[in-house]
């Protein structure tokens, strides 16, 4: 499954629980969304929402085995916090990240997470 990773599973983010997460799965490389998102800070972590007016957000793309998938869905918090679901990335298809569930309200827009 390919999987599209904007915030603390980057590479150049929190590598301990990546390398916990990721250890043995194929980072293909970096990519942007198309332009129908948004990024807002959680405090510790960003959260991605659809928004049709929105930007492109970038981040990595990576194939996961289907061993992975329930490890990432449980540091995730899917389906409560963030939600699996598919996204657009430019040039590639049948792609899928996490969606924050929560509210935007009184949360800062930004353009990365670095």
């Given at each position: 499954?390919?999987?599209?990773?904007?915030?603390?599973?980057?590479?150049?983010?929190?590598?301990?629980?990546?390398?916990?997460?990721?250890?043995?799965?194929?980072?293909?490389?970096?990519?942007?969304?198309?332009?129908?998102?948004?990024?807002?800070?959680?405090?510790?972590?960003?959260?991605?929402?659809?928004?049709?007016?929105?930007?492109a957000v970038p981040g990595e793309l990576w194939e996961v085995s289907e061993?992975?998938?329930?490890?990432?869905?449980?540091?995730?918090?899917?389906?409560?916090?963030?939600?699996?679901?598919?996204?657009?990335?430019d040039g590639h298809s049948d792609v899928q990240t996490y969606f924050w569930?929560?509210?935007?309200?009184?949360r800062r827009e930004i353009p990365n997470w670095v």
């Amino acid at each position: 499954m390919k999987m599209f990773f904007y915030g603390t599973l980057k590479q150049d983010c929190s590598r301990s629980v990546a390398d916990r997460l990721l250890r043995g799965e194929k980072l293909i490389g970096k990519v942007n969304t198309s332009s129908k998102y948004r990024l807002f800070t959680n405090g510790a972590f960003p959260g991605m929402i659809e928004d049709e007016k929105g930007v492109a957000v970038p981040g990595e793309l990576w194939e996961v085995s289907e061993q992975a998938v329930p490890r990432l869905d449980a540091y995730e918090g899917h389906p409560h916090l963030f939600k699996r679901g598919p996204v657009e990335i430019d040039g590639h298809s049948d792609v899928q990240t996490y969606f924050w569930c929560g509210s935007t309200e009184g949360r800062r827009e930004i353009p990365n997470w670095v």
